[in-house]
């Protein structure tokens, strides 16, 4: 059973970084399809970052040259550098996975939530001005 499990988050002033770590239990991140995903109360889980198996990225948008998404197969780690950061960043982010993952990044394509098929249980990070 694959598990995640998410840490890193805080409260930081605008224009600060996290990074924030997500490590994986029961299978190789080497082998799965990888992504950081983010909620606020109220709206809709939005796609932030994902990693293939092979290392293609993909960025949502709004986190594009502020954030960057990486892996470590050896520490069976995820990660998420988030840089520059603002206060519409704040949110709840949650690491999600599908093990094995086929699906490939290529070109930058960013996952949806139905892609993936495990969920770690969130942590908070809170921006203010």
């Known amino acids: 059973q694959v598990q995640l499990l998410e840490s890193g988050g805080g409260s930081v002033q605008a224009g600060e970084s996290l990074r924030l770590s997500c490590a994986i239990s029961?299978?190789?991140?080497?082998?799965?399809?990888m992504g950081w995903f983010r909620q606020v109360p109220g709206k809709e889980r939005e796609a932030v970052a994902g990693?293939?198996?092979?290392?293609?990225?993909g960025y949502a948008e709004s986190v594009k040259g502020r954030f960057t998404i990486s892996k470590d197969d050896a520490k069976n780690t995820l990660y998420l550098e988030m840089n520059s950061l603002k206060v519409e960043d704040t949110s709840m982010y949650y690491c999600?996975?599908?093990?094995?993952?086929?699906?490939?990044?290529?070109?930058?394509?960013?996952?949806?939530?139905?892609?993936?098929?495990?969920w770690g249980q969130g942590t908070q990070v809170t921006v203010s001005s």
């Open positions: 999600a996975a599908d093990c094995p993952g086929t699906a490939d990044l290529w070109g930058g394509y960013l996952p949806r939530e139905f892609e993936y098929t495990s």
């Open positions: 029961g299978t190789s991140v080497s082998m799965c399809l």
């Open positions: 990693i293939d198996r092979w290392g293609s990225t």
